[in-house]
């Protein structure tokens, strides 16, 4: 069991999928896109509208795959960083026969994931507005890491060396 003493706020941002919106989030994980690494990590998603057909996928452990998958810019589909040999190439978890878990959701609902699961979620073919809260926390083992170009969020000016716990100023400790 991984335990932390202190929780720590990273980012949190809103998430909205406008009705007949046809594309679908593509699958990815957190973690590549953003500057911090750790076991450590957990993002909520919670919805603010009902959720039946666009809701949150996750792929089952993995978050235990030996390497990330290759963060892209989602509408050029592009490789986020130029450095995809580190990465393993973006699966079709559907068309690969991954563990594929989503869930009906109501607001209030929230689905805790580490940074490292991969997820995305269908297009909202619904006539309603699909929004939802997402939050990122990390734990004591979070450091500070470089990436190979622009994180996202990028924060510039933090001043951060990689290796170093996230700025306390920047990032406030909820516990």
């Given at each position: 069991?991984i335990t932390?003493d202190?929780v720590q706020?990273?980012?949190?941002?809103v998430?909205v999928?406008e009705?007949?919106?046809t594309?679908?989030?593509?699958?990815?994980?957190?973690?590549?896109y953003?500057?911090?690494?750790?076991?450590q990590?957990v993002?909520?998603?919670s919805p603010?509208?009902?959720?039946?057909e666009?809701?949150l996928r996750?792929?089952?452990g993995?978050?235990?795959w030996p390497?990330?998958?290759?963060?892209?810019?989602?509408?050029a589909?592009t490789a986020?960083?130029?450095d995809?040999?580190?990465?393993m190439?973006?699966p079709?978890?559907d068309?690969?026969?991954?563990n594929?878990?989503?869930w009906?959701?109501?607001?209030?609902?929230?689905?805790?994931?580490?940074f490292?699961?991969?997820h995305?979620?269908r297009?909202n073919?619904?006539?309603?507005?699909?929004?939802a809260f997402?939050?990122?926390?990390?734990?004591?083992?979070?450091?500070?890491?470089?990436?190979?170009?622009r994180?996202?969020?990028?924060?510039?000016g933090?001043?951060?060396?990689a290796?170093?716990?996230?700025?306390?100023d920047?990032?406030p400790?909820?516990?």
């Amino acid at each position: 069991m991984i335990t932390s003493d202190r929780v720590q706020m990273f980012h949190d941002h809103v998430l909205v999928k406008e009705p007949g919106t046809t594309r679908p989030t593509p699958w990815h994980q957190d973690g590549p896109y953003y500057f911090v690494e750790g076991r450590q990590t957990v993002s909520f998603w919670s919805p603010v509208d009902p959720v039946k057909e666009a809701s949150l996928r996750c792929v089952a452990g993995s978050h235990l795959w030996p390497r990330e998958v290759l963060p892209t810019r989602w509408l050029a589909e592009t490789a986020f960083f130029p450095d995809p040999d580190r990465y393993m190439p973006v699966p079709d978890p559907d068309a690969e026969g991954m563990n594929v878990l989503e869930w009906q959701m109501e607001p209030g609902d929230a689905v805790a994931f580490h940074f490292r699961t991969l997820h995305g979620a269908r297009g909202n073919a619904s006539a309603a507005r699909r929004r939802a809260f997402s939050l990122r926390l990390v734990g004591d083992d979070a450091r500070y890491v470089e990436r190979p170009g622009r994180t996202s969020p990028p924060y510039p000016g933090h001043g951060m060396v990689a290796g170093q716990t996230l700025r306390e100023d920047w990032f406030p400790f909820l516990l």
